[in-house]
T-cell receptor, first 114, second 115 residues
Framework: AQSVTQLDSQVPVFEEAPVELRCNYS??????LFWYVQYPNQGLQLLLK??????LVKGINGFEAEFNKSQTSFHLRKPSVHISDTAEYFC????????????FGKGTTLSVSS | GAGVSQSPSNKVTEKGKDVELRCDPI?????LYWYRQRLGQGLEFLIY????????KSGLPSDRFSAERTGESVSTLTIQRTQQEDSAVYLC?????????????FGQGTRLTVV
């Protein structure tokens, strides 16, 4: 069964600094990878996804992630964060095209301060 | 509605009581999912409905948990004889077709506390 590891439970950064949130998954023949974001007092929303094709995926709000098959990673990056990026970020993986088996990591809390 | 709606937003119940959690998906979405998020944990898949197909119940943790969905609308998650370990945020999500490349939209969850 798939599993997802988010290596950092909390990441504090200053505004305008770059950030990387790490995500590793257990190996599988083919995987579909997602990052979801949960802003304070809001529901989860999709940030970006990798299904196939280019390994560099761009999402909303200036975030991007790179699929690295050899390292089984899907790290999320942003070159310059804003206060408004403060949220919890969840990495998710599925190896089932029917969408039933989205497996989520424990989440990383990104705290951006001025 | 404009988004996935869950009710109640908070529920405190005594150990041993039954609880019902409700989810109103986005209109027209055929797929509906339930997840559980315990404190400090990731989202744990519980159950999945897709149209008129038999639901995927593979994530339900015990026979105390059950869920129903009326057609392609409201879903109810029922937990019988609640235990303290059932305390968690229960999240509902819906998507247009359930195929992996369609986005799942999440509700804000029901925070269940069993005392």
């Amino acid at each position: 069964a798939q599993s997802v590891t988010q290596l950092d439970s909390q990441v504090p950064v200053f505004e305008e600094a770059p950030v990387e949130l790490r995500c590793n998954y257990s190996s599988s023949v083919s995987v579909y990878l997602f990052w979801y974001v949960q802003y304070p007092n809001q529901g989860l929303q999709l940030l970006l996804k990798y299904l196939s094709g280019s390994t560099l995926v761009k999402g909303i709000n200036g975030f991007e992630a790179e699929f690295n098959k050899s390292q089984t990673s899907f790290h999320l990056r942003k070159p310059s964060v804003h206060i408004s990026d403060t949220a919890e970020y969840f990495c998710a993986v599925s190896d089932d095209q029917a969408g039933t088996a989205l497996i989520f990591g424990k989440g990383t809390t990104l705290s951006v301060s001025s | 509605g404009a988004g996935v709606s869950q009710s109640p937003s908070n529920k405190v119940t005594e150990k041993g009581k039954d609880v019902e959690l409700r989810c109103d998906p986005i209109s027209g979405h055929t797929a509906l999912y339930w997840y559980r998020q315990r404190l400090g944990q990731g989202l744990e898949f519980l159950i999945y409905f897709q149209g008129n197909s038999a639901p995927d119940k593979s994530g339900l943790p015990s026979d105390r948990f059950s869920a129903e969905r009326t057609g392609e609308s409201v879903s109810t998650l029922t937990i019988q004889r609640t235990q303290q370990e059932d305390s968690a945020v229960y999240l509902c999500a819906s998507s247009f077709s359930g195929v992996i490349d369609t986005e799942a939209f999440f509700g804000q969850g029901t925070r269940l506390t069993v005392v």
